[in-house]
């Protein structure tokens, strides 16, 4: 008889794929081999019969997907903390539990909202590029000057986990911490040295703003015009939390016409950025690809996590990490 099979739907970092291939006595696994994703077509052939999928944000997980694989499929794990690729209504209909992988890439993102802060700050990209190109004839007095970051307002919108970490790091640059978030968060706010304000205030007051909301039909397009247009012409805008939150016409608009005057992404819409997407144009934008949880101890982390999520859902166990306990429900 066939063993049940599992497929992970890229290489992952070692440490979680050897946990997965230590299921091979039970299991067939199959490892996407290819540096690019499965298409949506060949991954709902790959699902058919399945017992285990393993996925990543690249993998479009929908309901013809879950009924393509069959009753007899028994977990779902993201590595990702975001799980907006997967229709989660429609596998907790299915009892299908979804894992993900939250905590473990705090730190690495929020370093890396701020590694952007700074490069866009004081233009290290800008200022790379004209190295480069043989441009540094001498030491420019009115070159390359940029918004100071110490005793500046930082606003976040967003005050989750990541949000709270980029709030921290700013005590060190004597910083103005201004937050918005749909629900407050006093206890944290305090402990971060952050003021609870209203969106509107937020946009208005802040210098920097690092963008860290949840991609949903409500966040779609959050960021457009009439948001953008609220923000001071001098203030710099991050986005590590997914791009489509931030209308990327709107952000053209509002970077080639001064109403702000610089944004630095980590995300895109779509990902990966259309070559002839308007925003590669401007000079003041840094746009890197996807890459905040990329250290080696996150990337790792969220591995492993993802692992013991799958195999405990093959187990028939409660995930660790799951983001539809109500599958668990009666
Ligand atoms: C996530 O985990 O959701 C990030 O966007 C990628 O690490």
Redesign the pocket.
């Known amino acids: 008889m066939s063993k049940p099979r599992l497929f992970v739907t890229r290489i992952i970092p070692p440490k979680g794929l050897d946990m997965v291939q230590a299921l091979s006595a039970d299991y067939d696994i199959e490892v996407w081999q290819d540096p690019l994703p499965p298409a949506h077509d060949v991954l709902i052939e790959k699902v058919k019969g399945l017992t285990g999928l393993l996925c990543l ?1 690249t993998d479009q997980i929908d309901a013809n997907l879950m009924d393509a694989s069959g009753p007899q499929l028994k977990v779902i794990s993201q590595m ?3 799980f907006d690729n997967i229709d989660i209504p429609a596998a907790t209909a299915r009892r299908i539990p979804i894992g993900h ?1 939250p905590g473990v ?1 705090t730190d690495a993102t929020a370093d890396f909202a701020w590694a952007l802060l700074m490069a866009a700050a004081r233009r290290v990209v800008e200022g790379d590029k004209f190295t480069r190109a043989g441009q540094w004839q001498t030491w420019g007095p009115i070159d390359f000057l940029g918004p100071d970051v110490s005793g500046a307002t930082l606003g976040i919108v967003g005050f989750g986990r990541i949000g709270q970490a980029v709030a921290r790091r700013a005590q060190g640059f004597d910083m103005r911490v201004l937050y918005f978030d749909p629900k407050r968060q006093s206890e944290a706010e305090q402990a971060c040295h952050a003021e609870y304000a209203d969106l509107d205030t937020v946009l208005r007051e802040a210098d920097f703003l690092s963008i860290h909301t949840v991609l949903s039909k409500e966040t779609y397009h959050y960021f457009d015009d009439a948001k953008l247009k609220l923000m001071k012409p001098s203030a710099v805008l991050i986005n590590t939390a997914r791009g489509p939150v931030v209308d990327p016409a709107a952000l053209y608009r509002a970077l080639s016409t001064g109403t702000i005057a610089y944004a630095a992404l980590d995300v895109t819409e779509p990902e990966p950025i259309n070559m002839d997407d308007p925003l590669l144009t401007l000079d003041n934008i840094i746009i890197a690809p ?1 890459i ?2 990329a250290s080696f101890t996150a990337r790792n982390k ?1 591995a492993t996590m993802a692992a013991a999520n799958l195999i405990a859902g093959l187990k028939g166990e409660r995930l660790p990490n799951c983001v539809n306990p109500q599958v668990y429900e009666a």
């Open positions: 944000l990702a903390v975001g992988t890439l996807h905040a949880s969220m």
